[in-house]
Nanobody, 124 residues
Framework: QVQLVESGGGLVQAGGSLRLSCAAS????????MGWFRQASGKEREFVASSSWSGGGTYYADSVKGRFTISRDNAKVYLQMSSLKPEDTAVYYCAASGGGITYGYRSPRSYNYWGQGTQVTVSS
């Protein structure tokens, strides 16, 4: 059974930093896309960052480019978030593809496995 478990969310002041972690179990994702999405209250889930495979290319939403960094280490994927803004407040989800990225790396539909989410709240 595949599981993705996020950790590291919390409350932080604007300008602060947080590091999210996602531990994958049940299968090997070294050759699959893994990424992070977020969903703010009342809004649709949106792409944040993705990694094509362990050691491969990384991609970011324009809104987080230069502030967030995605990295992978075997069965874990991380999201280092710096210079946080109130608009970064959301539930953050870890995701992994089961095969190819059929709908592109930005689309949630390309990812077959999801974590339960971790809340990130940035106060002004």
């Amino acid at each position: 059974q595949v599981q993705l478990v996020e950790s590291g969310g919390g409350l932080v002041q604007a300008g602060g930093s947080l590091r999210l972690s996602c531990a994958a179990s049940g299968r090997n994702f070294n050759r699959n896309y893994m990424g992070w999405f977020r969903q703010a209250s009342g809004k649709e889930r949106e792409f944040v960052a993705s990694s094509s495979w362990s050691g491969g290319g990384t991609y970011y939403a324009d809104s987080v480019k230069g502030r967030f960094t995605i990295s992978r280490d075997n069965a874990k994927v991380y999201l280092q978030m710096s210079s946080l803004k109130p608009e970064d407040t959301a539930v953050y989800y870890c995701a992994a593809s089961g095969g190819g990225i059929t709908y592109g790396y930005r689309s949630p539909r390309s990812y077959n496995y999801w974590g339960q989410g971790t809340q990130v709240t940035v106060s002004s």
